[in-house]
């Protein structure tokens, strides 16, 4: 009940958006469990007119129940026979053509509308279910892009992967199948007992006496398939982030012909999910024999009463079909508490995610942050992941339209920096201002609006050219596009692609070149016109003659605006105006890039290493 509970509280906020559909579609689930009972009543009248007329005049109504309720339910009884009595055949009354047609079309009709009203029911709810869940993931996708950095850092991608497909997919499947059966079964449960009651309770008490029994398998087998589903979605998690790493890394793969080890990896997972399986599917399909077991049980009892007692032949056929039909809803409800344990795991985790609250956050009354006037300032920061320090004491004014340099050994606090920068994380000590304004106070976007990053990590959607490089500036015109990616030098590759602009790249751009990849990200830096840059080693995937191309474009770009620029190629920050040497978090070297050389100090040993000498420089 506490998972039912739990499942309830989480997606009640989305369900009852749609209350409309979910009420008709709730009060059709309550017709349909109640209309069931007419097939123990529709049965017995049938074989009762297979007696002769004269022995069916001394078969009481029923013997259950008493004083006004009995004469009520008689008198209706009695003239719904009276309409039917003309198209029902009876043993002893020649068939004329209207009692065969009657004779045909009476359980048909039955069903038809029991049928009628539980597909309209269940269209209803999985309507609801549909969107609900559409807003479940929509929401879940929305917390997750504005969870900080160090979330992702500290999860694999098959997290996220399990937490959309396999956590909402299971709250899907327990609200399409699970809230539908929660409300057609127990309503038909008490439907058919009712009938059977007011048939004759004596044969009722017998006939359900080990119906209750069938709450212990149901119980056993939904704890077991709740520690099965945890290990599942751990299981699937492994199995969606190892997907994600050799397929994405698959040249590598071939290259050092790890083909092999990487199929072991797969056998490996997918054996213990094999396992997992067949523990799954025992739980399942042993539930339903043990029920079907207890409903013959029921049935035999029922028999052995009738021939004990002497009850009549349409009694007994009466009872046979609710007890056929009470046990199938019972098996069914053993099913909706399946769907209900697998949906409390993934509940669980969609619970986890929408609580957690993002490191880095924007304070109640964040300030738009102008367009930058005078510069902006590192003072005295520093910074740390867990007790390991990264930065230390770092102290940086750039006035604006100043271009600064920033390099060092790997692990020296370089791309640090620039997340700092970008707010991704925060100082854990001293403060950023903008125009003396700590950014902390600002509001993310425009914090970052004030900002283009041109990285490393070129990253190209899988959308048109076009798109791609909107994505600077979602508002861009045709003629901005096409202006920044002239400014990018890459108007000439892009006409020269089937569709032009409207070509669509693929995932990750696999159908450029390095170069042209990193030209796209320089337009998208460009139609963002943001006066603050960042090059967080823009050219230090490419080639030398990629990189020819690519600088061309990013010395235009860094014209009339303030450039952070991280860079390994010392040779790139010939043109910036001052450099910093970061070594373990700390400033040791400032100046420009003839001076460092000439000083001979960390810059000047860095640059022998990459040829670079001072009469060179």
Not at 21 to 39: E, M, Q, S, Y
Not at 527 to 539: G, K, M, N, S, Y
Request: charged share 20%; hydrophobic share 45%.
């Amino acid at each position: 009940m506490e998972n039912i509970r739990q499942i309830f509280d989480f997606g009640w906020p989305y369900v009852r958006r749609y209350w409309g559909r979910l009420a008709l579609g709730i009060l059709l689930g309550v017709a349909f469990g109640l209309f069931n009972a007419t097939f123990v009543w529709g049965t017995k009248t049938l074989f009762e007119r297979l007696e002769p007329v004269e022995s069916t005049m001394d078969v009481p109504h029923t013997n259950a129940v008493p004083g006004a309720w009995k004469a009520k339910l008689n008198a209706l009884n009695d003239r719904v026979l009276a309409v039917a009595d003309g198209w029902l055949p009876r043993v002893g009354v020649p068939l004329e053509t209207k009692q065969i047609i009657g004779g045909l079309m009476f359980l048909p009709i039955l069903v038809f509308l029991r049928s009628g009203i539980g597909y309209a029911s269940v269209y209803c709810l999985g309507w609801v279910s549909e969107y609900a869940v559409r807003d479940i993931k929509l929401d879940a996708h929305k917390k997750l892009q504005g969870l900080s950095m160090d979330y992702f850092h500290a999860r694999q991608l098959g997290d996220h992967t399990m937490l959309i497909n396999r956590g909402a997919g299971s709250l899907h499947r327990c609200l399409t199948y699970g809230v539908a059966d929660a409300i057609k079964e127990p309503f038909t449960i008490l439907g058919l007992v009712a009938a059977m009651f007011l048939l004759d309770w004596e044969l009722a008490l017998f006939g359900i006496l080990f119906a209750p029994l069938s709450v212990i398998p149901i119980y056993f087998v939904g704890r077991k398939l709740r520690r099965v589903a945890k290990v599942a979605y751990t299981k699937g998690t492994e199995q969606d982030s190892l997907m994600v790493e050799v397929y994405t890394n698959m040249r590598t793969i071939k290259a050092y012909g790890l083909e092999r080890l990487q199929q072991s990896r797969f056998a490996e997972i997918y054996q213990k999910l094999a396992r997992v399986g067949m523990k799954s599917l025992q739980a399942r399909h042993l539930q339903n024999p043990v029920i079907e077991l207890l409903s013959m049980f029921g049935a035999g009892v029922i028999i052995l009463f009738v021939f004990h007692t002497g009850k009549s032949t349409p009694q007994l056929v009466g009872f046979l079909t609710g007890m056929i039909m009470l046990y199938q809803p019972i098996k069914k409800l053993g099913g909706i508490n399946q769907y209900y344990q697998e949906a409390s795991v993934g509940v669980g985790m969609l619970r986890t995610a929408f609580g957690t609250e993002p490191s880095v956050a924007e304070v109640t009354e964040a300030k738009a942050l102008p367009r930058l006037r005078e510069g902006l300032k590192f003072e005295v920061v520093d910074f740390s992941y867990g007790d390991e320090p990264v930065l230390r004491g770092l102290d940086v004014e750039l006035p604006k339209g100043t271009k600064l340099g920033v390099v060092g050994e790997s692990g020296a606090g370089k791309s640090t920096l620039v997340s700092l920068l970008l707010r991704f994380y925060d100082p854990t000590a001293g403060s950023i201002t903008i125009d003396g304004a700590d950014i902390r106070e600002a509001s993310l976007e425009s914090l970052r609006g004030q900002m283009a990053l041109v990285s490393q990590e070129i990253v190209i959607f899988n959308q048109s050219v076009a798109d791609n490089i909107a994505c600077g500036k979602l508002d861009a015109t045709r003629e901005d596009i096409i202006a920044a990616a002239k400014a990018a030098n890459a108007h000439e590759f892009i006409e020269g692609l089937p569709e032009g602009y409207d070509t669509h790249l693929g995932e990750q751009g696999t159908r450029l070149s390095g170069g042209q990849r990193q030209r796209i990200a320089i337009a998208r830096a460009f139609v963002r016109e943001a006066p603050i840059l960042i090059l967080d080693e823009a050219t230090a995937s490419l080639d030398s003659k990629a990189e020819a191309e690519v600088q061309g474009a990013i010395d235009r770009l860094e014209e009339g605006r303030t450039v952070v620029c991280v860079a390994h190629r010392l040779s790139t920050l010939r043109g910036m105006d001052r450099i910093i040497v970061l070594e373990a978090g700390r400033v040791v070297e400032t100046g420009g890039f003839a001076e460092l050389m000439e000083r001979n100090g960390a810059f000047a040993a860095m640059a022998r290493k990459q040829g670079i000498t001072s009469s060179s420089a």
